[in-house]
């Protein structure tokens, strides 16, 4: 592990990898700090860009990009009660109150200070899991990947913000997509509507772009009018003393905590992540109702939750091919589009990059931290700009990702048709991530069941053979009833009400 | 309109919503074969057409329940619900948000249709251009140095930098 590591270190530091990492970070930052665009557009923008490097490079800068929104989102948070992004919205409670007392200075510090430590201490769990568990990975047969397939869909849909209903149905319309075009096992045309195009199926990076990508602007161009109006002109990075910081260990240890956990968990995310730390660090406190008017602890837990999430979401990705997050779910398309196999076999054809992401994910936390004590002045100028200057900018970006992955016109129409699909979806509130994930992991699952079913002579019960299989049906069983269960208690209390 | 009625008017859109997913859903039974194969069993089982025929029959599911649950909210709300008026306020209330939507898919379908046919610096000034005037901005002196400016360095960065073959 530690020689795949530093070797992952030593691919980083070559100066283009380590340009391009900085530049990530850098642009990380700055996407987070506008509102309305989140970590998923930001790589959009770069999908592009990404396409004439190497696979490490590209994914290097995603992961710069990745970590660079976590702590830009709380710029805008602390210093216009505006989110950058979803995630950031815990950190307006208690930021922009010390924001309003004077205080923007040191809230910017114990956010900043906050970040990077969640991303320290989540990059460690992250390089000490992923070996493990890509061992046990390794191991697996057809049925096994299959079953795990199946349950990171059931776990995003159940995980996932509003119910899980609307999850499946966004997983089932992901599986349609993914199973356009012709079948790998039987080359039969599906569902391509006479068309030649399709014959290879949905372009995936026209998936991406149009559901992370045109469906965002269709959906953002409401806050077009929106001015940022800040609460002070006077501000710098103030970092917290190591002492105070050391102080305060109960709000940054409950925050790593949940960070690098739920951000393992497929579908939650920063943004549950960042609410749980908050409540925790909230309901321990001695003196609870200092939260919500400007306490230091309700900045670093949601900001160091926030970070946190970056290395527990690799976990899932890089060893099962999972994404925790949308981000690491486009990062999971950048793989296949460099040619790269996501899931188990990732860590045995494509080590060389899992550790040089891991490095990068390191890397990408301390130019966060330079970055952001240097530049936080021109971030806010950015902040300070109007969104109509932006968006077309962003349209073209988004626009050439989907052109240039087949030089072609039909992956942009492709993107438009899925970004006004999208966007009518996450209006009815159906997450546009489970379309994104079904499309991913259902060709996959599909092959490897087949796989599965060949090799045990069309015997359904090779699915429930060895005891690891028994525990993942066991979940995805539980998964499914519990939150029928949930549900029903729902529909109960809102006829009580 | 009253919380009531607002919440009538969003329920009703959960039904053309579930609507669309159920025709979706439906819409797979006729189209997943398009060149009239023979399913022919294969070893393990499965033919080519199981597991989209699996995922379809899940969604019609699905997108019954879901229809069938707004439906039933729908009629248990009391309160009043005039589409032709909602639909009128609506439009009324957001005329420039829908203009920019709408505005946007047309523009971004001309601009791929442009870069297929003409020069991507050229068009790309052209789209950043529009862009800019459909999102309300009228200081045309700024909106003309942008345009220009930012296709000029998207053509760098593309075509001479990274060489995408645009």
Known sequence: ?497 | MNKSQKIKAELFKDIIMGIIILSISVGCFFTYNPADAPLEVGTGGMTFATYPLAVASLLTILGLIYLLSSFLKYIKNSSKFDLLSNIKNAVKNNQSLYFKRLGSVILLIIYARMIGEINFFISSMIFLFTAFYLFERRDYLKMSVLSVLGSGFLYALFIYFLKLPI
């Open chain 1, 1 to 497: 592990m530690f020689e795949g590591l530093i070797g992952g270190f030593a691919n980083c530091f070559d100066p283009i990898n380590f340009t391009l990492l900085f530049l990530g970070t850098f642009l990380g930052l700055l996407v987070g700090a506008l509102p309305g665009l989140s970590s998923p557009m930001a790589i959009i923008i770069l999908l592009p860009v990404t396409y004439s490097l190497e696979a490490l490079p590209a994914l290097l800068v995603m992961i710069g990009v990745y970590v660079g929104t976590k702590l830009g989102g709380s710029f805008s948070a602390i210093l216009l009660r505006t989110p950058g992004t979803p995630a950031s919205a815990c950190t307006a409670i208690d930021g922009f109150p010390m924001a309003e007392n004077g205080q923007a200075s040191l809230a910017l510090g114990y956010a900043t200070y906050s970040s990077f430590f969640g991303g320290l201490t989540s990059w460690i769990i992250a390089v000490t899991c992923i070996p493990i568990i890509s061992a046990v990975a390794l191991k697996s047969s057809n049925a096994d990947i299959a079953l795990i397939g199946i349950m990171g869909l059931v776990m995003v849909s159940a995980f996932t913000r509003g119910s899980m209903l609307k999850g499946f149905i966004g997983v089932c319309i992901g599986l349609l997509i993914g199973s356009m075009g012709m079948d790998k096992s039987d080359a039969i045309e599906r569902f391509t509507f006479g068309s030649l195009d399709l014959l290879t199926g949905v372009p995936f990076a026209a998936a991406l772009v149009g559901l992370f990508g045109f469906s965002v602007v269709l959906s953002d161009l409401s806050l077009m009018k929106t001015t940022s109006q800040l609460i002070t002109e006077k501000f710098k990075i103030e970092l917290p003393s190591f002492k105070d910081f050391c102080k305060r260990w109960r709000a940054w240890s409950i925050g790593s905590f949940f960070g690098a956990v739920v951000g393992a968990i497929p579908g939650v995310g920063a943004d549950g992540a960042t609410w749980l730390a908050y409540g925790t660090v909230k309901n321990n406190s001695k003196n609870p109702e200092k939260f919500g008017l400007g306490e230091p602890d309700g900045v670093i837990a949601p900001e160091t939750a926030n970070n946190g999430t970056t290395g527990g979401a690799m976990v899932p990705m890089l060893t099962l091919g999972i994404p925790g997050d949308a981000s690491t779910a486009i990062m999971i398309g950048a793989l296949y589009l460099h040619g790269l196999q996501p899931g188990v076999t990732l860590m045995k054809t494509g080590a060389e990059v899992v550790y040089g992401m891991l490095a990068g994910l390191l890397l990408a936390g301390i130019m966060m931290f330079v970055i952001a004590m240097g530049a936080i002045r021109f971030f806010v100028y950015i902040l300070r700009q109007h969104r109509s200057l932006l968006f077309p900018f962003v349209m073209v970006f988004a626009t050439l990702g989907a052109y240039a992955s087949y030089n072609e016109i039909f992956p942009v129409y492709a993107a438009i048709f899925l970004g006004v699909f999208g966007f009518l979806m996450e209006e009815r509130g159906f997450p546009v991530v489970t379309i994104v994930l079904g499309v991913i992991l259902g060709p996959i699952i599909e092959y490897n069941t087949r796989i599965a079913l060949q090799v045990a002579d069309a015997n359904w019960l090779t699915f429930m053979d060895t005891l690891p299989r028994i525990i993942i049906l066991g979940i995805i069983i539980f998964l499914v009833f519990n939150e029928i269960k949930q549900g029903l208690i729902r529909e109960k209390l809102s006829k009580t009400k």
